[in-house]
């Protein structure tokens, strides 16, 4: 059976934080989580609660100025950020296929910018701002390691 789209909607910071937690718990070696939407759309801030679900408790920052930054909790943490990224070369020079390959947690924002580049099994995370304080955020598994396990249950 295909695992279909599923959207959640929050209403505030602390709400698309809970979100990355529990998303967090059914995180695996080798799992690629991409996400897309405009400035200000969540994306960090999902990032966050990522990183809190694994026990990163340093917490996630804007990778802006390196382009990648890691942390360390249940498993380690791929941070990426392309928006000021200027072409493939970039992601070569910071050796982006080595850290697909490094069985941690690979989360990439503005993924839209390398799309070519990514992987065909991940977990794409679409976030749009509807207002203020809420946001419409899409979960879209692609590639069988998401059937079964458990993202179909993120709705409540
Ligand atoms: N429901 C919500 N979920 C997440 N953030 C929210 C929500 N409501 C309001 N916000 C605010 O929206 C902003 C989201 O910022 P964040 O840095 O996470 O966005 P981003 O998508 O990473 O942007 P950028 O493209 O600049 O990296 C924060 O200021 C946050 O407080
Ligand atoms: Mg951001």
């Not at 799992?31 to 801030?45: R, S």
């Not at 360390?72 to 200027?86: A, E, I, K, N």
Request: charged fraction near 25%; hydrophobic fraction near 35%; aromatic fraction near 6%.
């Amino acid at each position: 059976m295909e695992t279909t789209h599923l959207t959640v909607t929050t209403s505030s910071p602390g709400q698309t934080l809970a979100l990355g937690r529990r998303l967090a718990a059914l995180l695996e070696p080798g799992d690629v989580i991409c996400l897309f939407g405009q400035l200000g759309a969540g994306k960090t801030c999902l990032v966050q609660g990522i990183c809190l679900g694994l026990g990163a408790e340093e917490g996630a920052v804007s990778p802006s100025f390196t382009l990648v930054n890691e942390y360390l909790g249940r498993l380690p943490v791929f941070h990426f950020d392309c928006y000021r990224l200027d072409g493939p070369r970039d992601l070569d020079q910071i050796g982006y296929d080595d850290y697909l390959g490094r069985d941690g947690v690979v989360l990439i924002e503005w993924a839209e910018r390398i799309g070519s580049r990514l992987p065909d099994e991940r977990l794409d995370v679409r976030m749009e701002r509807v207002s203020d304080d809420v946001r419409r955020i899409t979960l879209e598994p692609r590639g069988p390691r998401w059937q079964g396990s458990g993202i179909e249950k993120m709705q409540a």
